[in-house]
């Protein structure tokens, strides 16, 4: 990555992103970082907090490391209190964590996986946020991460479309519940090669047909969702709030 082409927007601000050891929210700590964030990270297993801290220490970022299960009341608690702790302060929060523990049809789906979609991909940001607000201040925001599955669940991934729905909408009510001192926006990642997409996107035709849907013939980078979040945790986006922005090449999504 050439870090030469971005400016230092995060220079004396504190993110915290959720789920951050690899991936999407790796890649929007490691941008902030590099643009200046002292970045907190975190996601459910020491050994890939530490390797992902290591990673992003030897680019020259400050980091905070530690453990949070999103459904962890206390893991979720303890991050904010050592934030506040170490830094005084929380600028910016980015919930990236998300389950898609099955391809069921939604009306075969089993009690305990429809409880597990809504506590980690809806439930759970709202109680990271509900434990953050007291030490978001004027100026400060938060950008939650969705899906483009949102606008149109198909058929393999339902449920989780429909959880990621929810996340519009949550949104656009935060937003609202949150102004006029944090703004709340999203962005919509189409379909990107990671750990997450892997079943997908390490078969060839899958991969191939996927990247027949969108407009420019490939999928994201991780790297393109984190320049979006870093868009919308910017100044630049100081007048934008209750916003979705779809990151996804061109793949249908709304008018
Ligand atoms: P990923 O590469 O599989 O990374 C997932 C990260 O989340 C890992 O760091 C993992 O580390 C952590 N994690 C998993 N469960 C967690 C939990 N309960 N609490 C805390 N951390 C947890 O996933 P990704 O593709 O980057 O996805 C990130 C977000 O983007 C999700 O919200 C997903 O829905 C969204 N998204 C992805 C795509 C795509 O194509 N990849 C498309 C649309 C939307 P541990 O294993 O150590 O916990």
């Known amino acids: 990555m050439d870090v030469t082409k971005f400016g230092m927007k995060f220079q ?7 789920a951050s050891t690899q991936g ?11 643009e200046g964030a002292s970045v907190v990270i975190s996601s459910r297993k020491q050994q890939n907090v530490d390797a992902a801290a290591e990673k992003l220490r030897a ?31 929380i600028d910016v929060v980015v919930s990236n964590a998300a389950v898609n523990p099955s391809v069921e049809p939604i009306l075969q789906t089993q009690d305990s996986v429809l409880d597990k979609l809504w506590e980690i991909n809806v439930k759970s940001t709202i109680l990271l946020l509900k434990d953050a607000a007291p030490y978001l201040k004027k100026g400060s925001c938060v950008v939650l ?21 929810a996340v ?24 990107v090669p990671t750990h997450f997409t892997a079943l997908f996107t390490t078969n060839d035709a899958t991969r191939e047909d996927l990247e027949g849907k969108t ?18 945790a ?22």
């Open 12 to 18: 004396g601000k504190v993110a915290i992103v959720t």
């Open 24 to 34: 999407i929210g790796f890649s929007i700590a490691e941008r902030l970082g590099l």
């Open 59 to 89: 680019k020259g970022i400050e980091v905070s490391a530690m453990v949070c299960h999103v459904s962890d009341a206390q893991q979720r608690k303890t991050m904010i209190s050592k934030t506040i702790q170490k830094y005084g302060k």
């Open 145 to 165: 991460i969705a899906s483009v599955v949102a606008y149109n669940p198909p058929p393999t991934m339902a449920l989780y479309g429909v959880s990621k729905t």
């Open 168 to 191: 519009l909408g949550l949104t656009k009510a935060l937003a609202s519940e949150m102004a006029p001192n944090t703004r709340v926006n999203c962005v919509v990642p189409g379909f």
């Open 215 to 232: 407009l420019l013939g490939k999928l994201g980078r991780t790297q393109d969702m984190a320049a979006a979040v870093a868009f919308l």
């Open 234 to 255: 910017s100044d630049d986006a100081s007048y934008i709030t209750g916003e979705n922005l779809v990151v996804a090449g061109g793949v249908p999504s709304r008018l």
